[in-house]
């Protein structure tokens, strides 16, 4: 592969996603490859994945994983929808030996933000933009002039006495079998928390949820502009794939 291309690898609660990417626009220029998360999660069953995914596609140079925790320099950190085994594990390390590649980690959501704002609903815009993605909970990664300020965890904000995203989070909706106007008014309600603490330009919303933002975003009401994410689920990857390569947006962490 010539040096426009990098590979991504985007790791959710029940599929771990693999493709090799244009870095030039952010296009898939392989098949997407998706792998069932193993169970349980562990750090070695999920090592096997990641040389899986990363033999099938013939790769060979550096890449990215996109993982659903704080990351802080390649170490996994406070999560709440992956396995505890992973607490405190060198993921940098970990899946470097696994496949014989140098291997940078990165937060699901700050990924997923990372190509919205190089390729997508963020492109050129500056001030301070949020990505926030509406799915098993809400991940978010926070923007200033277009550089990443890491590890933001916006879902787990306190809002009225509870985490955010255990009553607006997208499977919070389905599990209660609630329909968009009942869970519109509990979006709007984190909305409004987030644009106090923040006072944002933009706010991007992904996620599972944003497949269907025609449905519930015209039930919002709130004084900052807000759009879908463009990006679906080539996100993950595509924000992956550039951190490997060194262009992910990164402030000092």
């Not at 790769?59 to 992956?82: R, T």
């Not at 996100?235 to 262009?247: E, H």
Request: aromatic fraction near 6%; charge should be negative.
């Amino acid at each position: 592969m010539t040096s426009a291309h990098g590979f991504g690898i985007d790791i959710g609660g029940t599929g771990m996603k693999a493709a090799i990417v244009d870095l030039s626009d952010g296009s898939l220029v392989s098949h997407r490859h998706r792998i069932a998360t193993p169970q349980p999660a562990t750090p070695a069953a999920m090592a096997d994945v990641v040389r899986e995914l990363v033999d099938g596609h013939c790769w060979s140079g550096p890449l990215g994983v996109a993982f659903p925790s704080i990351v802080h320099h390649g170490v996994v950190g406070l999560a709440a929808n992956i396995d505890r085994s992973w607490m405190g594990v060198d993921a940098d390390a970990l899946f470097t030996q696994a496949c014989g590649l140098e291997v940078t980690m990165v937060n699901d959501a700050d990924a997923a933000g990372i190509a919205e704002m190089r390729f997508g609903a963020g492109r050129g815009r500056d001030g301070v933009v949020i990505m926030l993605t509406f799915g098993t909970g809400i991940g978010s990664g926070l923007f200033f002039d277009g550089v990443l300020v890491p590890n933001s965890e916006l879902g787990h904000l306190e809002l009225d006495g509870h985490d955010a995203e255990t009553r607006a989070s997208a499977v919070v909706r389905e599990r209660e079998g609630i329909g968009w106007d009942q869970w519109a008014p509990r979006v709007e309600r984190y909305l409004r928390h987030v644009e106090m603490l923040f006072s944002p330009d933009l706010l991007i919303v992904g996620g599972g949820a944003s497949k269907a933002a025609h449905d519930w975003l015209r039930l919002i009401s709130i004084e900052t502009e807000i759009v879908p994410a463009v990006m679906a689920n080539n996100a993950g990857i595509v924000g992956a794939a550039l951190v490997g390569a060194g262009l992910g947006l990164h402030a000092a962490s």
